[in-house]
């Protein structure tokens, strides 16, 4: 086997990766990454083959390596867009950090998990279908769903007597019925939405570089919520780790109303008009503002 290229990505002044690695080491049934050793793992598919990354911090720059050998340049530089995307490196947190600041609840959530980034899901299939999912049941039943729709569909490779997943394609689930979904205990509703999505994508018409050129927030969320089993909260979700719409706001999230009880003290859950006077302030840092509460939920 040929040695592994390394390849080095600069990262910005407001980078943690350990906090990075909390948020993606969140869940015990997680198989789309593997977190290892202070490295995470993350299989790729491009131009048809595999190609996994081990990804570690040194020295303020991320070190990206290929253990299953090196690839082409073209792979490489694919690769690098990939991770800067993932870990939102592009994005310049420091007027969300000022806002922060005079905020009435975040200065504290702010300054404990400082560096923190918009850990993304830049494949919109992924994204979107992943979002339907969690619809209207608790995270780790969510988890279940896509860790079965994961090993029934996906592809993966071993390396090291560990697998690593790909998430399915949209292709080929567009060419699955119903059935097989409620068989890996999909409601009905839901593997209608999924297929209809992955249908969506066959036909053209969803990509996530057309919605990426309509940059507007609002036309984006009106396209996404005219698609059957796309409401307010999934377009928001997947706005925000998607898209890179930092106003994107999911205000209906459960996550997001316990953690704002929690940091202010409450006795009960806010309200939406609630919720919308204490974020009068974050105007264009929604999304930001959502990733670090709900980071506050979890050790």
């Known amino acids: 086997m040929n040695q592994p290229s390394i390849i080095e990505i600069p990262t910005p002044k407001d980078f943690h990766f350990k906090e990075c690695l909390v948020f993606l080491g969140r869940s015990d049934q997680e198989l789309l990454h593997r977190i290892k050793d202070g490295f995470v793992y993350k299989l790729l598919k491009i131009d048809q083959d595999p190609l996994l990354l ?6 303020d720059s991320l070190q990206v390596e290929f ?3 090196k690839p082409t340049v073209k792979a490489q530089k694919m690769a690098s867009d990939y991770v800067v995307d993932w870990f939102d490196l592009d994005r310049d947190l420091a007027g969300f950090y000022e806002m922060a600041q005079n905020d009435q609840m975040l200065p504290r959530v702010v300054s404990k998990y400082r560096g923190l980034r918009m850990i993304g899901i830049p494949d919109l299939f992924e994204a979107l ?4 999912m969690g619809q209207q049941i608790n995270l780790t039943f969510a988890y279940t769903l896509r860790k079965r ?25 567009a060419e699955i019925e119903v059935d097989t979904l409620k068989e890996l205990q999909f409601t009905a509703r839901k593997a209608e939405y999924v297929i209809g999505v992955s249908q969506a994508m066959v036909n053209g018409e969803l990509s996530r570089e057309n919605l990426l050129k309509m940059e507007d927030y609002q036309q984006i969320h009106a396209y ?7 409401g307010s909260w999934t377009a928001d979700y997947v706005m925000m780790k998607c898209l890179h719409q930092s106003a994107a706001f999911p ?4 996550g997001l109303h316990n953690a704002v ?3 202010l003290g409450l006795e009960h859950k806010p309200t939406l008009d609630e919720l919308k006077e204490m974020a009068a302030g974050w105007t264009g840092w929604e999304a930001y503002a959502v990733f670090y509460l709900w980071r506050s ?3």
Do not use: C, H, N
Request: proline share 4%.
């Open 129 to 132: 279908t992943w979002a339907i």
């Open 54 to 59: 081990k990804i570690g911090f040194i020295d």
């Open 261 to 263: 009880r929690i940091q």
């Open 224 to 230: 996404l919520t005219k698609l059957r089993g796309i």
């Open 297 to 299: 939920l979890y050790v």
């Open 251 to 254: 205000i209906t999230d459960v």
């Open 149 to 173: 729709f994961v090993e029934r569909f996906g592809e993966s490779v071993t390396f090291e007597r560990e697998t690593y997943w790909l998430y399915p394609t949209f292709d080929r689930i």
């Open 67 to 69: 253990p299953l050998g």
